[in-house]
């Protein structure tokens, strides 16, 4: 059919291509842009920063379920009404936002169903990964799921610069704990023992590391511990 | 806009609705509906049976991603191409699908925009789930994560029966160790500590458990173990 706009062999389509320019939206490091209280009011676009997205505990506990960061989406748990988690987006720094009412979206949809296939591709995209972090839950040990975690935010949120280093934002240990799913003392104790075999370096600037070198290491220790025990 | 239909104020809206009869196809136990060899062709629906989703780890370990049966839609990983991924779509039993390609969802798409938002809020719904799981895996014991998997299951799969019980298809300790994500002997030592607690019952031929009681026990014991070490 000719009024079919095939997607299938390019990569990811964008959901802007189908989407007109809505108002900019202000936040400040540490505000929330949604959670338990305030619920998405639609599906938001990063013009500028970096947005965390996290889940709280009964017990107050914190687990990071990803960080997104300019030209990505995120909010799309507005479509499902009947959500009862307690998810929250939150300010990683000064943020700049767009943002589209699910009413907008159905209405764009009903005149370029591109629109929804894109965001549909987006998401699906979203569960495989969100099937891999299930797969490293169930089969990784803690210094393997950090490894995997820092390919994941490298690879996202990184910039190449020389010898095949990627550099990217500093990522507290606390934040990679709550990650990896574990304490904030362990991860510091991982961290150190990367940082003196030189897989990665960092600063309160920045983490520097070699992805390929840890992607190697993935596969040379397949399901096992990449550090000995009490190896530090 | 009179020409769009809102499902905001509906739970879900069903994909079904938008989509014609496709021809049905049969897969015996224990088939690969679709796999690393042979990726997914489309989107499936289950008209009969039920059908395990799993990645397979380099090391040979499956860790099961969920279960789904009649009514249900799987494969929409192939709406992203670039997909490298292990996952795996077997028949549990003997099971009826009916399935479309990628090109025919498009063409239906174009005519009936609705049918691409029906399918990512179900995908959305799905995310939710994956969500939910990779909290309990960064915050929970085994014990907590084996009774949410039991809650899960439950509620998808089972059937209401007398004095608030519900019974469900029988699913092995291995396959709940692969849910679960840890070992076939652990599964079984905790799955023999809910049977003598009365938390549950089961036999080959099913599960019956009280989803409420499963319930309450969580909420009781809120980030620490159900079951003390040794306790058995």
């Given at each position: 059919m000719s009024n079919v706009i095939s997607f299938q062999n390019r990569d990811l389509e964008d959901p802007l291509e189908y989407l007109t320019r809505a108002a900019i939206?202000?936040?400040?490091?540490?505000?929330?842009?949604?959670?338990?209280?305030?619920?998405?009011?639609?599906?938001?676009?990063?013009?500028?920063?970096?947005?965390?997205?996290?889940?709280?505990?009964?017990?107050?506990?914190?687990?990071?379920?990803?960080?997104?960061?300019?030209?990505?989406?995120?909010?799309?748990?507005?479509?499902?009404?009947?959500?009862?988690?307690?998810?929250?987006a939150v300010a990683m720094c000064s943020v700049k936002l767009m943002m589209w009412t699910i009413a907008e979206i159905q209405e764009t949809v009903a005149r370029r169903p591109m629109l929804a296939l894109a965001l549909m591709q987006l998401i699906i995209k979203r569960n495989m990964d969100f099937g891999d972090r299930i797969e490293g839950f169930a089969v990784d040990p803690i210094d393997r799921r950090l490894v995997r975690c820092l390919i994941h935010f490298s690879e996202r949120l990184g910039i190449r610069t020389e010898n095949g280093l990627v550099e990217m934002m500093p990522l507290t240990h606390e934040l990679l704990a709550q990650y990896v799913g574990t304490s904030r003392e362990i991860m510091t104790h991982y961290m150190n023992i990367f940082r003196r075999r030189q897989y990665l370096n960092y600063s309160r600037k920045s983490i520097r590391l070699n992805p390929d070198l840890l992607r190697e290491l993935l596969g040379q220790d397949c399901g096992h511990d990449l550090v000995a025990k009490g190896a530090a």
């Open positions: 939206r202000d936040y400040q490091k540490g505000q929330v842009i949604y959670g338990c209280e305030q619920p998405a009011a639609g599906i938001y676009l990063i013009i500028d920063g970096k947005v965390k997205l996290d889940r709280r505990t009964d017990a107050g506990r914190q687990v990071i379920l990803d960080i997104y960061h300019h030209d990505e989406f995120f909010g799309e748990s507005a479509f499902v009404k009947s959500a009862a988690i307690a998810e929250y």
